[in-house]
């Protein structure tokens, strides 16, 4: 391998490799260095990102081509920098006003559209086979599909009638949905939790067939 | 116990009474053994009134003389000395009497004792000052010195019976005069009403006139109003002729109002004796008669100063039009208000306006003070009467103690609190209790008691003085430092066992020891064990259709291929990705580039950079489009679903994307043959099927994702609204195996194995310590 940039960096992100797996001897000062250098140099390489690939052709340009239309956004993110004080942080209301509302209103579309419509229908297509596929197996996985998701919702129903000593208990028939329902949920956060194992295990394999690959570049085996 | 009857209500009065309690009308000169209720009644009886006394005081003095001088020769001579002692001590009070009772009959016009009152006050303050310290003896208690004569009882009785005749006229002329005067001024005062005493000579407004109140009001109202007034030394001399022996406190009417000149210049009480004579009347002002007239009488008007007016002529004790009273009422001038010495009592100092003015013509007051003018609360209460119905102390419930919660005692703010009274805070203080083998007090329970020092209710020592300002160390604070000190002796000494040490240190070494292990089968399972790993069998379902559509993309069609991950998951998706995108360049499809994250964008230019090497044929330049950042999340992401050309009108070179050759032809995200999302989060891969979905129609949408969004996108997938999907390491070993590749991950593939495995172990392990342990009593679960 030649000498050239290149190399340079394969040097310093093995060095920074090394002094992040240090991290398993403790919290040290070296480690913490690491961490203050990742996020300086990322929060310099977004600054960088958004003035020229977010201000300067969206804001810049407009205006300087002409645009009055890009003076709406100007105005905005002028109120919003007024957030910065604590005498005028009140103006700074109407362009927040505007995100949050703006972004809660497409937030609660995309899920009524995407999530519930689209999962009611996905789950009642998974009553009829596929193309060559079984009946019986259709309806075993829909019904499956469909037990899971009414228990699963019968879990976070917590209305009921009221106890003469306990408070409020639900009826027997939404208790049996509810257990179910729990097995449900407790099969789905372990799925999520060996995910997120192999998403770590993953990132711990990545890293160190890179520590192995730049041994082997060093030694030249 | 001998009484008293008033020869005006005849009611009965203690014996050491000067004047009637009930009617305040002077009480005649008192003698121990005279049995002097029977004889006032008898010889009321036989003279109807106006009995002649058969034998006056000073006959009834010569005849007990004439008896001594009999019985002077059987007497030895000490004796002789004290008799003689005592005549002429007799013979000196009997003089006053006289001359006092003489010049009480002479008066009319007026009550007896009320004229009597006046000419004593005018004695008392005629006295000139140097002749003050041997006249005051005498002045201040005359009927007392007249009690302890033990000779002249019968001389007493027939002076009192005396005054009590010549009393007689001057009542039914002054019936007279109230009669006369019921249509425009106020009745006098029944005797009930008459004050008892009269204030200190005080200075009297230039334009009072002293007949005029006191035939409108109360006698003993003036008196009150007229008991600050300082005393003129000038009208002193004038008075000194009509000196008479006078009860203690009262002053002649007459001098009470003087013109204001001479008021002037003894406005201020100078001389000890009239401050003597003003401490005296004070305390003569115990009478609740008085006490209801201080609520009644608008008193604090009564000391706003007088107007200067011209001096008026002394009026004669007669009644005069109402509409007088407004003339000589007068606000006082600046200068004559004079400041009061320190320890002084006010002049009396009448607004004549505001005191006349219940006065006027408009009004017909029959009486001064009615007992309407009293407050609700005032009259009905009689002066010396006691509440009818006790008060009954509060009966505390006991408190019973059934379960059931109890409210918290409320706290107030930390200031407000240290600044309450002593008394008022239960402060614990640590006092010693017994100890259980020590005798209890009775029906003390002592058995739970515990050995050492308690908590216990405070015995209060505090006053709220001492919680005064500046740095005092209050009770309470004392109270915490000994509870303080208590703990701090009680409390046994923490000692860092070795034990913990240990224990801490194998957290560490265990800690160490697993990092070291993953580590080590990571490294061993890329280098070593390489080749030793599990083939899958089968292929998931996902992965393969993923494969099949990115085989399906039309060539003229270009992929967007959005990032949208964090940069620590960098490695992760480089490996599960790199398959994919090695795939779409094998078929030299045109990508456009898209970074939801700032760092995105690079990241992905770096994957492009690593699968030229796979496919060297790919030629990046004019293939790919880098788009750049694009901001605004959800939001900006439906708005590029729904106009693509609008959403991102610019590259990351700042050229047109309506211009550039790969983007020319795209307006809608519909026209690109394929939507690539890589994304880590299953929130950011939900944002873009729900966002942009619906309007893709035909277009595929793939899904490239971390590990652990993967179970929160398998229902997109199964319900048709993902395409595609690959996710985490395996998915990308196992798309590079259907492409037949070998970059990507799968040289890591007994890396990824082995470390799966292990996890795996450690959370059954774990899971089994944790159900087993706890029941055996040998586990640390807390």
Known sequence: MTFGPDFIWIIVSFILTILVFSYFLG??????????????????????????????????????????????????????????????????????????????????????????????????????????????????????????????????????????????????????????????????????????????????????????????LFTGR | MENRLCPICSRQNNPQDTHCWFCNAELPPYTPGEDQPTDWLEELKNTDLNLEVSSSPIENNQDQNRSEKESEEFTPNWLQKIRSREASDREEKKANEERYWAEKRSKEGLPDWLRSLNEDANELNSIPEETKPDVEPEKEQPIESLKSDEGGNSIKADDWLDSLKTWQEPAEEKTEISSSQTENTPVASSPEEVPEDSQPLSEPGEDFDLNKIFLLSEEKSNQELSSNLPVEEEKKDELIEDQTILPEGFNPLDQLFEPIEDAAKSDVVTTEKEIADIESSKTLDSSPFLKNLDDVLPFDEFDQPLEQKEPEPKVEFEPEPNANLREISSEPSPEEITPLPVGEVKPFAVDMEKVASPFTPEETITEPFKLDDLPEWLADIKPGEKPSTPVKPKVRRPVVDDGTPMPEKGKLPVWLDARRPVEAVDLPIAIERPKPGEIAVEGEEVSKIPSESAIVAPAITGTPSELGEGLRVSNRQKTNAALLSVIATSVEPVEVSAGATVKIGNQSVWRSLLAVVFLLIAVLGGTILKDYYLQPELFPEEVVHTFTLVNTIPLDKPVLIAGDFEAGFAGEIRLTFQPVLEHMMRRDLNFALMAINPVDSALLENQITNGMTAVPSFDSASKVVDLGYFPGGAIAIQNMGNSFSNAVRLTADLVDTSTHEITKNVHLLSDFGAIVVVTDKSENARVWIEQIQPGLGETPLLLVTSAQASPLIIPYYKSGQVDGLVSGMPGGMIYQKILGSNTGGFESATSMQLTLGLMASLVLIGGFVSLVLPKTGGGKRQ
């Open chain 1, 27 to 216: 919290d040290h000062a070296i480690f913490r260095f690491v961490m203050a250098l990742f996020i300086g140099v990322s929060a310099g390489y977004i600054a960088v990102v958004l003035i020229f690939q977010v201000i300067v052709p969206r804001l810049v340009v407009p205006l300087l081509s002409g645009s009055q239309l890009a003076l709406i956004p100007l105005l905005l993110s002028g109120l919003l920098l007024l957030k910065l004080s604590s005498k005028f942080s009140r103006f700074g209301n109407i362009p927040m006003a505007y995100l949050v509302g703006v972004g809660a209103a497409v937030a609660v579309g995309g899920a009524v559209m995407g999530t519930i419509i689209g999962q009611v229908k996905g789950s009642w297509n998974e009553f009829f086979p596929s193309t060559g596929g079984s009946p019986f197996l259709a309806y075993l996985e829909g019904g499956f599909l469909l037990i899971g998701t009414l228990a699963t919702l019968a879990y976070f129903h917590f209305n009921g009638k009221k106890g003469n000593t306990t408070g409020g208990k639900r009826n027997m028939m939404m208790s049996i949905f509810a257990w179910i329902g729990r097995i449900f949920i407790s099969i789905t956060l372990g799925v999520v939790f060996a995910s997120v194992l192999t998403a770590a295990a993953t990132a711990l394999i990545e890293r160190t067939d890179f520590v192995v690959r730049t041994i082997q």
